[in-house]
């Protein structure tokens, strides 16, 4: 069982237009809506393979029904703490050559109380959970701290738990030394404070990491795939996708993938072969829409314990 955590939710709309034009009205070809946020979408994921997960969020306002109704109609086991202020709704603009911009809402201001009885209900799902993961960004009123909090006491009740966030919310939780985190390369150089234009330039930065007590650093890669790097190991695997239709999630399907793989007692090169295989699978589909079963048998992905670490990223 794979517990999420997801302190900003959002309704996700997605739209296709032909191109971007600044200050012009678009007419939408195409349009979706999705249950949204970073730790909603690993739930979806699992819960799309048939894997066992609970998304905890909070839920307030008429967005917030619609979360919930959405989730529920997805079948992903939930458990929503009512809030006063109402869920975000973020806006994916998608253009035919899978160019993705993004308008994502700052989110209601969350109380102390609304915290703390995120942070209860998340650990009273936690129990007995396989990894607890702690995802996106922080909504207002929320602390810095919030991820590292989660860390320190999902640790002190011997579970697993991961953080998948970005800026000082992530350095916190880093600080707290979670057993996994999931920076994307931009996080990461962030993260580290200085640019990483080589497969080396980000070995080196995830291996700072693991030095400084976190088991795995999972670094996603878009088109150049992930790199899994641990103290015994540095993992790459990537798959090809020629036509991606939306990156919106991929790191958060890629995350599930590799939870899912690890906690299924896998070696880490089969769960960063899964975790890769359903963010690619991902980039194939509409919105932030997560993959089926039937969505990865036609994703192959290139794996390597031995990866050329001189290559620059983005070639
Ligand atoms: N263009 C692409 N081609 C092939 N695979 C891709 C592509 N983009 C993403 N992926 C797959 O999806 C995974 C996650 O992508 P990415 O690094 O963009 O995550 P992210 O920035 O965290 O995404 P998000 O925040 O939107 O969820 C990658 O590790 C890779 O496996
Ligand atoms: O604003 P955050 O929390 O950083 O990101 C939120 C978000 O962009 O992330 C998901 C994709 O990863 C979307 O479902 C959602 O809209």
């Known amino acids: 069982m794979i517990?999420?955590?997801?302190?900003?939710?959002?309704?996700?709309?997605?739209?296709?237009?032909?191109a971007l034009r600044r200050g012009e009205v678009h007419r939408a070809t195409e349009s979706r809506i999705d249950p949204g946020g970073k730790g909603v979408n690993v739930s979806r994921a699992l819960a799309a393979q048939g894997a066992r997960t609970v998304a905890v969020i909070p839920s307030g306002g008429p967005a917030g029904h619609l979360l919930d109704d959405l989730l529920d109609a997805a079948g992903v086991p939930r458990r929503s703490v009512s809030v006063g202020g109402?869920?975000?709704m973020n806006v994916s603009v998608l253009e035919p050559d899978g160019t993705t911009t993004k308008l994502n809402e700052p989110g209601p201001r969350l109380?102390?109380?609304?915290v703390d009885a995120l942070l209860a209900t998340t650990l009273?799902?936690?129990?007995g959970a396989g990894w607890v993961v702690g995802c996106g960004s922080l909504p207002p009123g929320a602390p810095e701290g919030l991820y590292a909090d989660l860390v320190r006491r999902v640790r002190s009740r011997g579970v697993r738990v991961a953080v998948d966030s970005s800026g000082t919310a992530l350095a916190a939780a880093v600080a707290a030394r979670p057993h996994l985190v999931k920076p994307n390369h931009e996080e990461l150089a962030e993260l580290v404070d200085h640019r990483l234009p080589t497969l080396a330039d980000v070995h080196a930065a995830a291996a700072d990491l693991v030095a400084d007590g976190i088991e795995t650093v999972a670094v996603s890669l878009g088109a150049d795939g992930a790199l899994l790097v641990t103290a015994d190991e540095v993992l790459h695997a990537r798959a090809t996708i020629t036509h991606p239709l939306s990156t919106v999630g991929a790191g958060d399907c890629m995350l599930a993938g590799l939870l899912h793989g690890l906690s299924s007692g896998t070696h880490p090169l089969d769960a960063l072969r899964t975790a890769v295989a359903w963010g690619a699978a991902a980039v194939t589909l509409p919105g932030s829409r997560v993959p089926a079963p039937e969505?990865?048998?036609?994703i192959p992905v290139d794996h390597t314990r031995s990866p050329d670490?001189?290559?620059?990223?983005g070639a």
């Open 3 to 18: 517990v999420t955590l997801t302190p900003n939710p959002s309704v996700d709309r997605a739209v296709v237009i032909d």
């Open 86 to 88: 109402p869920v975000r």
């Open 111 to 114: 109380s102390g109380d609304e």
């Open 124 to 127: 009273a799902a936690a129990d």
């Open 295 to 298: 969505h990865l048998r036609a």
């Open 309 to 313: 670490l001189t290559r620059p990223l």
